[in-house]
C-alpha cells in the first residue's frame, strides 16, 4: 500500500511538472502569435524591418545613441543639390557678419549654370538675414550666392570655408564647387550629410529659419511672400528641428531633416528620389515604420511581463530599430 502511495505521489507530480512546462510553451507560443499578428496588422509594410523607401540612397540615425536604423549606399558620394545650402548658411554664420547689413542682388547672381528662375531681381536689397532666412526655407539660389559673394574674400573663400567645416565635421565624401548646389559637382554621401544636419540643427538660426512655413520681405514698395519648399513642416503632427530639399536633374528630389520619432532624436536623409512627392512619403514611411517597431517591442515587453509574472521562462527578441 505504501509503495502504491508513493507510485502515485510520484504520478501526480510527473503530470504537474508536465503541465506546466506545457502550459509555458503554450503561452510562449501565444505570446509570438500575439507579436506576429501585432507585425502583421494594418494592411502596410510599416511594421516590417525595412521600411520599403524609394529614394535611391538613404540614412535613418538615431542622433542620441549614434546607432545606424537604417541605411541604404550610405558612404557613397552622390549630388546633393540645395542641401549644400546647410553648409553655405553654416559658414556664413560662422563668420559673424551683421545680420542687419543690407546686400543687393546682381547679376553675378543669377544662374548661368540651369537658368533656373528666381523672384529676386537684380537691384532687389535684403538684408543678410533675409537672404539666409529664403536660402534655408526657399531654397532661393540668388539668396545662397549673394550670401557667398559678401562673405569676407567673395565666394571663393566661402567656397573654401565649406570645405573645411566639412573636414572639420568629418565629411569624408564630401565636396563643395559652389555655394548653392546647382552644380553636380557639389557631392556628399548619406552617411556625411547626417553630420552636416546635426551640426545644423545646433543653430538656432538655422533651425528657426529652415522649418518657418513662410516669410515675406519688403522689396521696394511691394512685399513678396514666400514658402518653404517642404511639405512636412506645414504638418502639425511633425516636429522638425531642422531640414532642407534640394533638387536638380543628377541629384533628384533629396530631403534631409533632423525629427522627433517616438521620443528619439531622429536624422533622416534621403538623396535621388524620383517623383515629386516620394521624399515626402519616404520621411512618412520611415516614422510609421519607427512608431510600428515601438508599438511591438511595448507589447513584447509586457507578454514577457506577464510571462515572468506567471513562472514563464519565455522570452522573445524584437527586431526594433
Not at 535621388?272 to 512608431?291: F, H, L, N, P, Q
Amino acid at each position: 500500500m505504501m509503495l502504491t502511495l508513493l507510485k502515485s505521489l510520484r504520478m501526480q507530480r510527473i503530470t504537474a511538472h508536465l503541465f506546466n512546462t506545457y502550459s509555458h510553451l503554450l503561452m510562449g507560443l501565444i505570446a509570438c502569435l500575439w507579436i506576429l499578428n501585432a507585425n502583421a496588422s494594418g494592411g502596410d509594410h510599416s511594421a516590417a524591418t525595412d521600411p520599403r523607401i524609394k529614394s535611391g540612397s538613404a540614412l535613418v540615425l538615431d542622433e542620441q545613441s549614434a546607432e545606424v536604423l537604417y541605411s541604404r549606399e550610405s558612404d557613397i558620394a552622390v549630388p546633393i543639390a540645395s542641401i549644400s545650402k546647410l553648409m553655405t548658411a553654416l559658414v556664413v554664420l560662422d563668420a559673424h557678419q551683421p545680420g542687419d547689413e543690407v546686400i543687393k542682388i546682381t547679376d553675378e547672381d543669377r544662374d548661368f549654370e540651369k537658368y533656373t528662375h528666381s523672384r529676386l531681381k537684380a537691384g532687389t536689397q535684403l538684408t543678410r538675414d533675409d537672404l539666409l532666412h529664403l536660402a534655408l526655407m526657399s531654397s532661393e539660389n540668388r539668396a545662397a550666392h549673394a550670401l557667398a559673394r559678401n562673405y569676407p574674400g567673395g565666394v571663393v573663400e566661402c567656397v573654401k570655408a565649406m570645405n573645411l567645416k566639412a573636414k572639420q565635421l568629418g565629411m569624408v565624401h564630401t565636396h563643395f564647387v559652389e555655394p548653392t548646389g546647382l552644380s553636380s559637382d557639389n557631392v556628399a554621401s548619406p552617411s556625411d550629410l547626417s553630420k552636416l544636419v546635426m551640426a545644423a540643427s545646433k543653430n538656432s538660426v538655422i533651425s528657426e529659419y529652415s522649418t518657418d512655413e513662410y516669410h515675406t520681405v519688403q522689396v521696394g514698395r511691394q512685399r513678396m511672400t514666400f514658402h518653404n519648399t517642404d511639405l512636412l513642416v506645414k504638418k502639425s503632427d511633425w516636429n522638425i528641428i531642422v531640414q532642407k530639399t534640394g533638387y536638380i536633374a543628377e541629384a533628384g528630389k533629396c530631403l534631409v531633416l533632423k525629427t522627433i520619432i517616438a521620443g528619439r532624436s531622429i536624422v533622416i536623409v534621403l538623396l535621388d528620389s524620383v517623383g515629386k512627392y516620394t521624399r515626402v512619403a519616404d520621411a512618412s514611411r520611415i516614422r510609421k515604420w519607427m512608431e510600428a517597431k515601438l508599438r511591438a517591442s511595448m507589447k513584447l515587453a509586457a507578454v514577457n511581463s506577464s510571462l515572468a509574472v506567471s513562472g514563464a521562462t519565455f522570452v522573445a527578441t524584437s527586431s526594433d530599430p
